[in-house]
């Protein structure tokens, strides 16, 4: 089991480019959630997908954030475009279904900087 | 959910034992408690859940009082590796197999030191 794998680890950004994080969950599950950790906010769910659709957006904070969940082995979250208030560590976790009981399991984050 | 409300951090000596409270006074019948942590930099790992009795697996025990306003979590011989940001998160659990997101407070942040 390799867990859930977030590329790219690290990334630095100009304000105004596009990003794209990527996220491969554990094989089987079939609920994928985006979180986004600050100091100020904490960690914050963005999104959530079970069976590849997305279930619950509220958390995405504008129109400049989106994500899709093509397949069942990939999703991604793109911010077009990026602003320097979009620093931050973006974490990726998978589960059986939403309401597995044991929760989540998480990858090992993207950290954001846009400069 | 409901709310829970933990100490902001706590010191422990390696080799001890490390007891992280939890109150959630507001907790209803069918909300579980679960504790995750996050070691720096790291993405939160699950530790345990529980609904009303104790629970004990191979990282942790969790103690719930008899009338689930409040829960414990026991770590019975503290390492210099467990010290992280522990949360303890209620979720409600509906028949039809769905839950609510996990939801993520402030947490209470555990050094452990030699």
């Known amino acids: 089991d390799a867990g859930v794998i977030q590329s790219p680890r690290h990334e630095v950004t100009e304000m105004g480019q596009e990003v794209t994080l990527r996220c491969k969950p554990i094989?089987?599950?079939?609920?994928l959630f985006w979180y986004r950790q600050t100091m100020m906010r904490g960690l914050e769910l963005l999104i959530y997908f079970n069976n590849n659709v997305p279930i619950d957006d509220s958390g995405m904070p504008e129109d400049r954030f989106s994500a899709k969940m093509p397949n069942a082995s990939f999703s991604t979250l793109k911010i077009q475009p990026s602003e320097p208030r979009d620093s931050a560590v973006y974490f990726c976790?998978?589960?059986?279904?939403?309401?597995?009981?044991?929760?989540?399991?998480f990858g090992s984050g993207t950290r954001l900087t846009v400069v | 959910d409901a709310k829970t409300t933990q100490p902001p951090s706590m010191d422990c000596a390696e080799g001890r034992a490390a007891n992280l409270p939890c109150n959630h006074s507001?907790?209803?019948?069918?909300?579980?408690v679960y504790w995750y942590r996050q070691i720096h930099s790291q993405g939160p790992q699950y530790i345990i859940h529980?609904?009303?009795n104790n629970e004990t697996n191979e990282m942790a025990s969790l103690i719930i009082t008899e009338d689930r306003k409040s829960s414990t979590l026991i770590l019975p011989h503290a390492t210099l590796r467990d010290t992280a940001v522990y949360y303890c998160?209620?979720?409600?659990?509906?028949?039809?197999?769905?839950?609510?997101?996990?939801?993520f407070g402030t947490g209470t942040r555990l050094q452990v030191t030699l």
């Open positions: 507001t907790i209803s019948g069918n909300e579980y």
């Open positions: 998160i209620v979720r409600l659990y509906f028949d039809t197999g769905t839950a609510s997101k996990l939801t």
């Open positions: 529980g609904l009303k």
């Open positions: 094989s089987g599950h079939n609920s």
């Open positions: 976790a998978s589960s059986l279904k939403a309401g597995a009981l044991r929760g989540y399991t």
